[in-house]
């Protein structure tokens, strides 16, 4: 399969007035479209760092980034708005809805942004089948702040799929989840991946982390360990907890 992403030896450092911080250093890795990656690591190790420099807000300080096999090193501003808005769908901890708001109106944003300026039938058949793949179709007239965290997170789950994006990127989609709320998180996103998405997420539980296909370990800022999830675990008691 095609490398949608292949880094080499990316580095990043902070300077915050002179202060420098060592976030990232030599980091290299491919992943081919229809992987579903889990990056693992300890607190300060660099995963969400990682994810904004794959995610095109920020950029690397030293090392390569290809995407789709083109080097992104001399894009524009307006370039990496593009990949960002066209390519990539963001899934964060705190599900970033925007209050007083519908989750129509939501999960639309991203087609807002969109210089093609879709026609508004259009928008609404991509909403309802974002709405879909994540089971809230019934919801869409509802207030954000109406519905459970793990509902929201569904809304912002389906609000990084309305573009159809090639990278789904989600930092610690779970973490302020109950774990019933998480394995449905869990089960989304393994859904996605099935249909052929392709998933970089980032987490530190091992129950989310062994629904990927495979684990890039971090530690300091370096990768640790690449390997490949052999078997899809079901735990005891997760078919208990979906019911
Ligand atoms: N904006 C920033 N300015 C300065 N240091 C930062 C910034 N963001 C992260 N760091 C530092 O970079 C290191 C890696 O952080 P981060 O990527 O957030 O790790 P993780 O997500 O694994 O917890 C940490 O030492 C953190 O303090
Ligand atoms: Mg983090």
């Not at 963001?90 to 939501?106: A, D, I, K, M």
């Not at 392709?198 to 640790?224: C, F, P």
């Not at 078997?231 to 019911?243: M, P, T």
Request: proline letters at 2%; hydrophobic letters at 35%; one cysteine or more.
């Amino acid at each position: 399969m095609r490398n949608l992403i292949s880094v080499k030896n990316l580095c990043k450092e902070y300077n915050n007035e002179g202060v420098i911080t060592k976030a990232l250093c030599g980091v290299s890795f491919d992943i081919a479209d229809g992987e579903f990656v889990a990056i693992m690591g300890p607190s300060g190790s660099g995963k969400s760092t990682l994810m904004q420099l794959l995610g095109f807000l920020d950029r690397p300080t030293d090392g390569k980034y290809f995407f789709q096999g083109k080097d992104t090193q001399n894009f524009s501003d307006d370039d990496l708005a593009y990949l960002r808005n066209q390519k990539i769908g963001f899934v964060f901890q705190s599900f970033n809805l925007l209050p007083r708001t519908t989750v129509f109106e939501n999960v639309q944003l991203p087609l807002l942004y969109d210089e093609r300026k879709e026609s508004r039938s259009l928008i609404e058949k991509k909403v309802h089948e974002a709405l879909r793949a994540v089971n809230l179709e019934h919801r869409i007239n509802n207030f954000s702040n109406q519905l459970s965290g793990g509902e929201q997170q569904r809304v912002a789950i389906a609000r990084a799929l309305v573009n159809n994006p090639a990278l789904i990127l989600a930092d610690e989609p779970t973490g302020n989840l109950d774990s019933k709320n998480g394995l449905q998180i869990m089960k989304i996103l393994q859904n996605l991946n099935d249909s052929g998405h392709t998933i970089v997420m980032v987490t530190h539980e091992t129950y989310t982390s062994e629904h990927a296909k495979r684990i890039i370990q971090m530690l300091d800022g370096k990768v640790e360990n690449d390997y490949l999830v052999k078997k899809r675990r079901i735990a005891d008691g997760e078919a208990e907890l979906l019911k």
